[in-house]
């Protein structure tokens, strides 16, 4: 029965990545856009740090993506996202 439930388990944690991949910032320009649009519209003086932020790492993101480096692209924009809506 152990040995039932120990491969059970490690069965279900093998799609537990892939569910969180489907979450993960594409880096393609449509998204790039959409993470612009979503920045310009923060333009209360409390929100100037957090914009701040994203905008680096939307810059970093951009350049990622003009290398062809996709992970590191995906990460800065995940990041970015992350800033903009850190409390």
Do not use: Q, R, W
């Not at 892939?18 to 929100?47: G, H, L, R, V, Y």
Request: charged fraction near 35%.
């Amino acid at each position: 029965m152990f040995k039932a439930l120990l491969v059970a388990s490690l069965l279900g944690l093998t799609f537990v990545p892939s569910a969180f991949a489907e979450d993960a910032m594409k880096c393609n320009d449509t998204s790039m856009m959409k993470m612009k649009a979503d920045m310009d519209k923060m333009t209360e003086p409390a929100m100037k740090e957090k914009k701040t932020m994203a905008m680096k790492e939307m810059d970093m993101a951009k350049k990622s993506m003009e290398a062809k480096k996709m992970d590191e692209c995906a990460m800065h924009m995940g990041n970015a996202e992350k800033a903009m809506k850190k409390m």
